[in-house]
């Protein structure tokens, strides 16, 4: 079965820009949660979507917004960029419960 | 509030060498624990997943082990290769402030690289 997919693999913006990435999880799976990977601080989350609605939220600024759609795929905004938003962002998708996470290969945001 | 933890870092041994990842979590009210690869620039492939009722989980060469009690999983590799290197994360699920709205928290990692 097709995993699950991100697009773009790879971004290059300018500070002040805004983003969007988007993840289609694997069939089936309802839960869809984005993740920040950095050198310095590892893997951070961001937020969870279920059935189309924020079920948790990490600690990160406004800036940083999500959303999930009724075929639960989900797209991540990033708006007034900062050099600092230059991530791994990766997305996993679960059937929720005591099931583990999948994940996808990842976009890779680079902000000059 | 959740910490994770991976000693060693980073490990360097030689192929053919039986190792041992460790990983220790502060809160024990888990749901599960899930161990993951992530190969250089690559996204992250899911290793083994034990739930907070089991004591271990194998696939292959791989083990792993669970003690929440004492807030410890161990990753048990045996007989590595060179292809087994990569890092290696471990990731606890809970809920946030115990309750349902669940999510990972990571440990920083270990390297490990294995010498032909």
């Known amino acids: 079965k097709a995993g699950v997919t991100q697009t773009p693999r790879y971004l290059i913006k300018t500070r002040g820009q805004q983003v969007t990435l988007s993840c289609s999880p694997i069939?089936?799976?309802?839960?869809v949660s984005w993740y920040q990977q950095t050198p310095g601080q590892g893997l951070q989350f961001l937020f969870e979507y279920f059935s189309e609605t924020q079920r948790n939220k990490g600690n990160f600024p406004g800036r940083f917004s999500g959303r999930q759609f009724s075929n639960s795929r989900s797209e991540m905004n990033v708006s007034t960029l900062e050099l600092g938003d230059s991530a791994l962002y990766l997305c996993a998708s679960s059937l929720g419960g005591a099931n583990g996470y999948t994940f996808g290969s990842g976009t890779r945001l680079t902000v000059v | 509030k959740q910490e994770v933890t991976q000693i060693p870092a980073a490990l360097s041994v030689p192929e053919g060498e039986n190792l041992v990842l460790n990983c220790s979590f502060t809160?024990?009210?888990?749901?599960?624990l899930q161990w993951f690869r992530q190969d250089p620039g690559k996204g992250l492939t899911s290793l083994l997943l034990i739930q907070s009722s089991q004591r271990e989980q194998t696939s292959g060469r791989l083990n792993a082990s669970l003690d929440k009690s004492s807030g410890r999983s161990t990753l048990y590799i045996a007989a590595s290769q060179p292809g087994d290197s990569a890092t290696y994360l471990c990731a606890v699920k809970r809920g946030d402030s115990g309750g349902s709205n669940y999510k990972l928290t990571f440990g920083k990692g270990t390297l490990l690289t294995v010498n032909p």
């Open positions: 809160d024990s009210a888990i749901y599960n």
């Open positions: 069939s089936g799976h309802r839960s």
